[in-house]
């Protein structure tokens, strides 16, 4: 069973079709991962005939590090997240509370809050390309950055599971990825400054 490795109690369902159920739900997860390359390569066959070839290399660019972004958030989520988070929170009944966690509420949890990860970990991407099209200055984008950490903590605790250190662990990776989105845009910019020069 995936994720069973991530607590050491075992897991209970409360209703005849449960577990019958979270079977059909891990198998459609799965296919579905393993779909998404060919829908994404369908979908790329049907557009790209209309791209030039500067927005092909751009939008393949692009669609390479949004999977690679994704995957390193749902990695670091299993591995790092979870583990930590469920943790932390079955700890937290004590030894007056006897933990009996559902399959359905347990799968459920954890492909939420690894769908959740995968999401955020698209933030350089998004940052770069408000950059790229102009709609945000580098100056701004610094600006933001106190605000960034108000709203992180935000967006943790509304995404989330309502404890204060899984909140914390999505809130820093949000803080770690807007700096890491500044640091690409000076590096693309140094990149094209050199450009404009050898060209001039």
């Known amino acids: ?11 209970v369902f409360i ?10 739900k891990i198998a459609f997860y ?3 991962g393993v779909s998404v390359p060919v829908i994404i390569y369908q979908a790329w066959s049907f557009v790209s005939p209309g791209l030039l070839p500067g927005e092909k290399s751009q939008s393949f660019r692009l669609v390479i590090s949004s ?6 958030g749902a990695v670091f989520c299993y591995y790092l997240v ?7 929170l079955i700890g937290y009944g004590g030894d007056m509370l006897i933990p009996m966690l559902s399959i359905g509420a347990f799968i459920g949890f954890c ?4 769908l959740v990860f995968g999401v955020v970990f698209q933030l ?3 940052v770069v390309f408000l950059h790229s099209m102009g709609l945000v200055t580098i100056e701004q984008l610094k600006n933001f950055r106190g605000y960034l950490i108000v709203s992180s903590f935000v967006i943790s605790a509304v995404i989330t599971p309502p404890d204060v250190f899984t909140q914390i662990l999505l809130a820093l990776p949000l803080m770690i990825l807007y700096e890491t989105s500044l640091l690409f845009i000076r590096v693309f910019k140094r990149k094209k400054d050199e450009k404009t020069v050898e060209s001039g």
């Open 1 to 11: 069973m995936p994720f069973a490795g991530l607590i050491e109690q075992k897991l």
């Open 15 to 24: 209703s005849p079709t449960e577990a019958f159920f979270v079977h059909l």
């Open 30 to 32: 799965a296919a579905l």
């Open 67 to 72: 999977t690679i972004f994704f995957i390193i």
């Open 82 to 88: 979870l583990p930590l988070g469920l943790k932390f």
């Open 111 to 114: 492909v939420k809050l690894i």
């Open 124 to 126: 350089p991407l998004i």
